[in-house]
Nanobody, 116 residues
Framework: QVQLVESGGGLEQAGGSLRLSCTDS??????VGWFRQAPGKEREFVAH????????YHANSVKGRFAVSRSNAENSVSLQMNSLQPEDTAVYYC???????????WGQGTLVTVSS
């Protein structure tokens, strides 16, 4: 069973920082992705981290500003977001996708709003 819960969203000014967390209530340690969906737009990839902590990938739009990390002891994955811009405004979701297990789990999302 995988149950993902995101937290840490909120309202921040441009140039500020937020840290999102995704906690998996299951026992297995899994690779996790972060996605976001802005109003009126399709969901897009933000970052991904392997279950071991490496490698980690970031979308070009956030590279150098966002950093994904994990704590396997807490079975959680974080997304540190720095130098936030208004275009980062979106609902952020974490995802576990393991096609061999037909597993595709999503959290409920956490809203990030960046004001200019």
């Amino acid at each position: 069973q995988v149950q993902l819960v995101e937290s840490g969203g909120g309202l921040e000014q441009a140039g500020g920082s937020l840290r999102l967390s995704c906690t998996d209530s299951g026992r297995a340690v899994r690779s996790v992705g972060w996605f976001r969906q802005a109003p009126g737009k399709e969901r897009e990839f933000v970052a991904h981290i392997h279950w071991s902590g490496s490698p980690a990938y970031h979308a070009n739009s956030v590279k150098g500003r966002f950093a994904v990390s994990r704590s396997n002891a807490e079975n959680s994955v974080s997304l540190q977001m720095n130098s936030l811009q208004p275009e980062d405004t979106a609902v952020y979701y974490c995802n576990v996708w393991e096609p061999l297990l037909t597993l595709d789990a999503w959290g409920q999302g956490t809203l990030v709003t960046v004001s200019s």
